[in-house]
């Protein structure tokens, strides 16, 4: 299969593109596209087929659930059983935007979808490119992102091509995405309607993964949130509720450890490491912020942005683990960014990069 990189305007996308690209998702196949966190492996989330050739083309377990994308609220109605007020609530508050809700699923979402859960993940991306793709394919498209299961989560197009050149006909290419990691998760399907037709919280609404919008955020507007227990779960009996809280993600070829303390201590354990692996000759890279650049000595070391921008270190989280792959360094080294208002966020995602290799000084 030859896969084509399609040039696409991010805020006003050509229409015959778009058209083009909602004709493959129609017909059942598969094509990468922007939003405003990563790039996603679209195919239609209504279709059993569309699903299977997702899970195929990423390598992706079965029983990973696929978030579903939609471009209007009202889309809800066919795919979700009952819709608690606070989803109402955060949509108005949030979508479109990079938060995931999770409801009980109707009957129209196939189980290849979901996972085999009776619950359907759902959001409505903030991106032109991918809600005309959405309204043009039939309004349910379920978009995993788009690379090889387990590898770092594409932010450009290239990241894409990279991964599943020769498994997918079309990628459209909006350029570098804006936020750069996944969408928050939070589950309502334990909110369910008593036989008075009024609403009961059997279960607080539960963060199964967290992003750019914070806890305090989702707080603010439907009062209190928790985490869930098995948000840093990875045993091979636990059955995810959501994508990414089973399996090992986001992971660079090379291994990469976390090491955290008071700043100048963590960069002179770091320093001595790097010497340590070169006596060995092993090449290490390091990922710093602009506040400790000048401490570093190794062999790459790369600067991830401010601390002052939690974004910037967000954005470019994913592309610097790929680029220390195309490096050929053989070890990484961090430093902790759990002070950071997303420090959730981005910890999440670099922990389970370095399979929870931390190192505290």
């Given at each position: 299969m030859v896969t084509q990189i399609e040039k696409i305007n991010a805020v006003q996308p050509e229409k015959e593109k778009i058209q083009a690209a909602a004709g493959i998702i129609r017909s059942g196949g598969l094509v990468a596209f922007p939003t405003e966190t990563v790039y996603g492996l679209g195919a239609d989330a209504l279709l059993p087929e569309g699903s299977r050739r997702i899970y195929a083309a990423?390598?992706?377990?079965?029983?990973n659930p696929l978030i579903v994308h939609i471009a209007d609220f009202g889309a809800l109605d066919r795919i979700v059983r009952a819709l608690p007020p606070q989803a109402r609530m955060l949509a108005d508050a949030f979508w479109?935007?990079?938060?995931t809700m999770i409801f009980q699923k109707s009957d129209a979402v196939p189980y290849e979808t979901t996972g085999g859960l009776d619950t359907v993940a759902v959001r409505m991306p903030n991106h032109a490119v991918a809600l005309e793709l959405i309204r043009a394919g039939g309004g349910y498209i379920a978009a995993p992102s788009a690379n090889t299961s387990g590898r770092p989560s594409p932010t450009t197009a290239a990241h894409v091509y990279t991964d599943l050149?020769?498994?997918i006909p079309m990628i459209l290419d909006g350029?570098?995405?804006g936020i750069g990691i996944e969408s928050?998760?939070?589950?309502?399907?334990?909110?369910s309607r008593r036989a008075d037709g009024t609403w009961a919280g059997d279960e607080m609404p539960m963060i199964l993964r967290p992003g750019y919008i914070t806890g305090e955020m989702l707080s603010d507007v439907i009062g209190s949130v928790c985490d869930d227990p098995g948000l840093a779960g990875t045993g091979e009996n636990m059955r995810p509720k959501a994508p990414g809280m089973k399996y090992r993600h986001y992971a660079p070829k090379a291994e990469l450890t976390v090491v955290s303390g008071e700043p100048h201590r963590v960069a002179v354990r770091m320093n001595?490491?790097?010497?340590?692996?070169?006596s060995r000759g092993e090449r290490t890279g390091i990922i710093c912020t602009e506040e400790t650049r000048e401490w570093y000595r190794a062999d790459v070391v790369k600067c991830i942005g401010s601390r002052g921008d939690a974004d910037s270190i967000a954005r470019n989280l994913y592309a610097f683990l790929r680029e220390f792959d195309d490096l050929g360094v053989d070890r990484i080294l961090s430093e902790s960014f759990a002070d950071l208002r997303i420090g959730k966020a981005v910890m999440?995602?670099?922990l389970k990069?370095?399979?929870?290799?931390v190192i505290e000084v």
């Open positions: 990423k390598g992706r377990p079965s029983d479109p935007g990079p938060l050149q020769g498994k350029g570098a995405v928050t998760i939070i589950d309502l399907s334990g909110i001595a490491i790097a010497e340590e692996n070169r999440n995602r670099l990069a370095a399979g929870q290799r």
